[in-house]
C-alpha cells in the first residue's frame, strides 16, 4: 500500500514529480527482489499493489478492501497519517506490517505488528547529532529550519542530542517562502556565521531544495568554511545542489 501516483502518468516515470517516482522505484525494487528471492522458494507469493494516493479516503477504501482479501502481510505506507490508519487495522486483524519510509518513530509505539524498516526523521538527526559531535568533532553547530513541521522535527532532535553530548546547537529560523525579501534575509543569516562561533551547520530544511541550495551557494559566495550537514531529502529528492 504506497502513493504511488498512478493516475498522474503510469507509463512515464520522468515525467512525475520526484516525490511519486520514489514509491514507484520501491514497488519496483521490492518485486525485484521478490523475483530473485522466490528462486529458492517452493511456494508462490501473491503479491498486489494498491494505491493510496496520500488520501484518507482512498485509504478507507482499501482497508474494506483488506478484508475481503485477508492479506498474511502488509507494507506500507510511507506517510504517517496513512501509516496510522493502516496500522490500526493490521493491529486489529493480527496482520503484520513493515512501513518502509516515515518521518516519525511514535507510528511503532505500543505497535506489536508494527515495523520501521528505515530510520525515522527523528533517529537521522539524532544520528547526525552523533555523528557531528563525536567523529567530526564539531563543538558548535548551527542548525537551519524554516518552521516546516517535518523540518523542526529533525532541527529539535538534532539539537537535543548535540547539546546532551556538551555541543551547543544554535537554531537559525528563516522564512518558508522563498521572494526577494526572503532571499535577503537567508543571505543575511548566512553571513551572520562568520562570526556565530559555528564550526558546522546542519540543514534539514525538508521539500525545499531552493533554500537548502541557497544557504550552500551563500556559503561559498561569501567564503564561509565549516561543515555542512544535510537531511534526508539530499540524498533522494535534491539534486541541484553543489556538493
Not at 496520500?54 to 482499501?62: A, F, L, P, Y
Not at 529550519?145 to 551547543?168: E, Q
Not at 537548502?212 to 564561509?224: C, E, N, R, T
Request: charge should be negative; charged fraction near 25%.
Amino acid at each position: 500500500v504506497i502513493p504511488a501516483g498512478w493516475r498522474d502518468n503510469p507509463s512515464f516515470l520522468d515525467e512525475l514529480p520526484k516525490e511519486k517516482v520514489l514509491p514507484i522505484e520501491w514497488i519496483e525494487g521490492f518485486l525485484m527482489g521478490m523475483e530473485e528471492d522466490k528462486k529458492d522458494q517452493l511456494q508462490k507469493i501473491y503479491v498486489e499493489v494498491l494505491d493510496s494516493e496520500r488520501d484518507s479516503m482512498t485509504m478507507s477504501q482499501i482497508l474494506d478492501r483488506l478484508d475481503i482479501m485477508e492479506p498474511n502481510f502488509v507494507i506500507g505506507d510511507i506517510y504517517n497519517r496513512e501509516s496510522r490508519q493502516l496500522s490500526a487495522w493490521c493491529e486489529s486483524k493480527g496482520v503484520p506490517q513493515m512501513v518502509p519510509l516515515s518521518p516519525s518513530s511514535s507510528l511503532a509505539e505500543d505497535k506489536q505488528q508494527l515495523l520501521l524498516a528505515h530510520p525515522s526523521a527523528t533517529q537521522h538527526a539524532e544520528n547526525m547529532a552523533l555523528y557531528a559531535r563525536q567523529f567530526l568533532l564539531l563543538d558548535t553547530v548551527v542548525v537551519w529550519t524554516d518552521k516546516g513541521r517535518s523540518t523542526d522535527m529533525l532541527a529539535n532532535a538534532f539539537k537535543a542530542i548535540f547539546d546532551t553530548l556538551g555541543g551547543n546547537a544554535i537554531i537559525y529560523e528563516i522564512p518558508r517562502a522563498i521572494d526577494e525579501d526572503e532571499r535577503k534575509e537567508i543571505i543575511q543569516k548566512v553571513r551572520e556565521l562568520r562570526v556565530s562561533g559555528a564550526d558546522g551547520v546542519y540543514i534539514p530544511i525538508q521539500g525545499q531544495e531552493e533554500t537548502a541550495g541557497l544557504i550552500v551557494s551563500q556559503m561559498q559566495s561569501y567564503d564561509v568554511k565549516m561543515k555542512i550537514m544535510g537531511g534526508p531529502h539530499w540524498g533522494d529528492r535534491y539534486g541541484n545542489i553543489d556538493r
